[in-house]
């Protein structure tokens, strides 16, 4: 696959994924530039918003995610720099089973490689992930969301090579623009007071969680699939735009302190789960995988990481 066939691919992406629309968020030819200079109406790809500053995404970060991600790494020129942990998941070993306790500790056939890229398991929730290579990927994330929309608006062309935000800023291109290119989608793996806001929708009933993949499921789950996990959602329906899936149960889910998560996952209790306690969990780990939030910053707020 090209670098132009991923920004296209992209493109489309960010189109499809922003279902969440609010008024006047609708693309024209005649206001397309607006998208840039006023982006903060616009719902990110895949998200909801929870207050007037803050979205989060409606679903975990699945396989495909994070293989578009490690493809787009080694297409960079950079990549030399970069060690093999720093990309990939952890891959060592097989993907372990519930047992008749309630407890992780059966090897299934099927290798932790093989969850990760097998095109079967795209929608299943990225494992084995750690906390550094989570804000990484979220990084690169905010990175491609602004480049895709740079390109809607007409103001880049798609590009073969590398998309380089700290270049852009230097460019000419940008300094044309500079009046229309005001804020940057930032993506991030949330704190634990992100995580209470969020709660406190979901016990006011504002957000849904969805099926909750606890314990009581999963060892079901497992016995027809066998995965005690389960996809990120269902894509054969249309995404319902009150429900964060999997936001109770499945995975718990990384916040922005090591080892510590949210959620539960699907070898906690559902009455555990419901809670939605910070619970520790050593990562890497086949339990936890993240979820990103988004906020628009100011360009003058980037912060670009040597």
């Known amino acids: 696959m090209s670098r132009l066939s991923i920004c296209i691919f992209l493109t489309a992406w960010l189109l499809s994924c922003s279902s969440t629309k609010e008024s006047g968020d609708q693309v024209t030819n005649s206001n397309k530039r607006s998208i840039v200079h006023n982006p903060t109406t616009i719902t ?17 970060i699945s396989n495909i995610s994070w293989k578009e991600y490690t493809y787009n790494q080694k297409e960079s020129s950079d990549t030399i720099k970069l060690k093999f942990k720093e990309i990939y998941p952890d891959t060592k070993g097989y993907i372990l089973l519930i047992d008749d306790t309630g407890t992780l500790s059966e090897e299934s056939l099927l290798k932790k490689s093989t969850y990760h890229y097998d095109r079967l398991l795209d929608h299943y929730p990225v494992i084995g992930i ?11 994330r905010s990175m491609i969301v602004f480049e895709v929309m740079l390109v809607k608006a007409g103001i880049i062309k798609p ?39 969020l709660k406190s929708k979901i016990l006011n009933k504002e957000f849904k969680p969805g099926e909750i993949n606890t314990i009581e499921r999963s060892v079901n789950h497992q016995k027809f699939t066998g995965l005690p996990m389960r996809p990120t959602r269902d894509y054969e329906i249309e ?17 922005d302190k090591e080892n510590l998560t949210f959620g539960g996952n699907y070898l906690s209790t559902q009455s555990d789960a419901l809670k939605m306690e910070i619970d520790t969990i050593s990562c890497p780990s086949q339990l936890v995988g993240f979820r990103n939030f988004c906020k628009w910053i100011r360009i003058e707020d980037i912060i670009i990481e040597e």
Request: glycine content about 2%.
């Open 44 to 60: 990110p790809p895949n998200g909801v918003r929870i207050n007037d500053t803050l979205f989060v995404d409606q679903t975990e």
């Open 130 to 140: 750690t906390l550094d290579q989570a804000k990484k990927f979220s990084a690169w």
């Open 159 to 197: 590009r073969v090579n590398k998309f380089d935000l700290k270049k852009f800023l230097a460019s000419k291109a940008y300094k044309k623009h500079k009046d229309k290119i005001t804020h940057y989608p930032q993506y991030f793996i949330p704190s634990i007071e992100d995580y209470e806001i």
């Open 239 to 255: 995404a319902d735009s009150k429900t964060l899936y999997n936001i109770i149960g499945n995975v718990s889910e990384l916040t």
